[in-house]
């Protein structure tokens, strides 16, 4: 019978189409994935890759045997995976992506429970702006908004993400608040251009009504993140759209001023986005879980609806 080091070795190369990558995945030297992947071989007695100095390529019997085992591998994964520990906990590395500002201010605060929750499961938590391939980078989880749900991923809504108008308090003194979102073109604008696209992203808002309104801000300050929009903002140099959970602390404490406050512009959901299995890791599944009982508990969607505003 093959090991499961083998026969995870095969299937990392092949996913990855290198044995370099496969072995930064696995936490390996590309030399034991290579040999694993050669004692394969050996004892199937069939050449499953053609090696070449630039990469690998599935021959057509290394193909049919990817495509019979892989899903099976990955059940076999996630049940050891799951398996609990010796306290009957789930237990394991977690590693999960989520954007800075979100995950710093939104997500990190509920650590401490969830480790006290389960001692066993290691958090390691990126913070970075971008969409991640959970599969193929090796994520046990996302979390954010517009990810693509390519096949095998699934995502469980977690709250409603709204854009809306902000200023400084000091910015608004002396000028007179807007009240319809074409109005929001008349002041100092702080934008945003995406890292993807290289494009700056204008909004369309709607109200409650469902009546839409272009709120195209001149481009007077460009950054390319969104903390440092908020942190312009705060300093009294212009209206930035912003994601509502990123402003919220500040308009609560009024540091920030909602402007246009019937409108909204909707950019989707936030999710946490995992690998579909059949098995889920036990770990995955405890933080996926966790997480949305605590924006339910913490009435999370409700308070980032900007929708609700006033």
Same mark, same amino acid.
């Given at each position: %019978?093959?090991?499961?080091?083998?026969?995870?070795?095969? $299937?990392? +190369?092949?996913?990855?189409?290198?044995?370099?990558?496969?072995?930064?995945?696995?936490?390996?030297?590309?030399?034991?994935?290579?040999?694993?992947?050669?004692?394969?071989?050996?004892? &199937?007695?069939? *050449?499953?890759f053609?090696? +070449?100095?630039?990469?690998l390529? &599935?021959?057509?019997?290394?193909?049919?045997?990817?495509?019979?085992?892989?899903?099976?591998?990955?059940?076999?994964?996630?049940?050891?995976?799951?398996?609990a520990s010796?306290?009957?906990?789930?237990?394991?590395?977690?590693?999960?992506?989520m /954007?800075?500002?979100?995950?710093? %201010?939104?997500?990190?605060?509920?650590?401490?429970?969830?480790?006290?929750?389960?001692?066993?499961?290691?958090?390691?938590?990126?913070?970075?702006?971008?969409?991640?391939?959970?599969?193929?980078?090796?994520?046990?989880?996302?979390?954010?908004?517009?990810?693509?749900?390519?096949?095998?991923?699934?995502?469980?809504?977690?709250?409603p993400?709204?854009?809306?108008?902000?200023? +400084?308090?000091?910015?608004?003194?002396?000028?007179?608040?807007?009240?319809?979102?074409?109005?929001?073109? /008349?002041?100092?604008?702080?934008?945003?251009?995406?890292?993807?696209?290289?494009?700056i992203?204008?909004?369309?808002?709607?109200?409650?009504?469902?009546?839409?309104?272009?709120?195209?801000? +001149?481009?007077?300050?460009?950054?390319?993140?969104?903390?440092?929009?908020r942190?312009?903002?705060?300093?009294?140099?212009?209206?930035?759209?912003?994601?509502?959970?990123?402003?919220?602390?500040?308009?609560?404490?009024?540091?920030?001023?909602?402007?246009?406050? *019937?409108?909204?512009?909707?950019?989707?959901?936030?999710?946490?986005?995992?690998?579909?299995?059949?098995?889920?890791?036990?770990?995955?599944?405890?933080? $996926?879980?966790?997480? /949305?009982?605590?924006?339910?508990?913490?009435?999370? /969607?409700?308070?980032?609806?900007?929708?609700?505003?006033?």
């Open positions: %019978m093959e090991t499961l080091a083998n026969l995870e070795s095969f $299937v990392r +190369s092949a996913e990855l189409g290198s044995f370099s990558e496969a072995a930064r995945r696995l936490a390996l030297t590309p030399a034991a994935v290579s040999r694993n992947v050669a004692m394969l071989e050996r004892n &199937l007695g069939v *050449r499953l053609q090696r +070449s100095t630039r990469k390529t &599935l021959t057509e019997a290394g193909e049919a045997f990817r495509l019979a085992i892989a899903g099976s591998l990955d059940d076999i994964q996630a049940a050891i995976t799951g398996i010796d306290s009957g906990e789930p237990a394991g590395v977690l590693k999960v992506s /954007a800075p500002t979100f995950g710093i %201010m939104h997500i990190l605060p509920m650590l401490p429970g969830f480790i006290t929750r389960y001692p066993h499961i290691r958090p390691e938590w990126h913070f970075e702006n971008r969409q991640v391939d959970i599969v193929a980078e090796g994520y046990d989880a996302a979390i954010g908004g517009g990810f693509d749900l390519s096949p095998g991923i699934v995502a469980r809504t977690l709250a993400a709204h854009i809306v108008a902000v200023a +400084s308090p000091a910015y608004m003194s002396g000028r007179v608040a807007p009240t319809d979102p074409a109005a929001l073109a /008349a002041f100092d604008g702080i934008v945003m251009r995406s890292l993807q696209t290289g494009r992203r204008h909004w369309t808002m709607r109200d409650a009504a469902g009546v839409e309104r272009a709120a195209t801000l +001149s481009e007077d300050i460009v950054v390319n993140d969104p903390a440092a929009m942190e312009a903002a705060r300093l009294g140099l212009g209206v930035a759209l912003l994601a509502v959970p990123d402003v919220l602390p500040d308009l609560e404490s009024g540091a920030l001023v909602r402007l246009v406050s *019937r409108w909204y512009a909707d950019a989707g959901a936030i999710s946490v986005y995992y690998a579909s299995r059949t098995l889920l890791p036990g770990k995955t599944r405890a933080f $996926v879980d966790w997480i /949305a009982e605590a924006f339910k508990r913490d009435r999370l /969607a409700e308070r980032f609806a900007g929708s609700l505003g006033t």
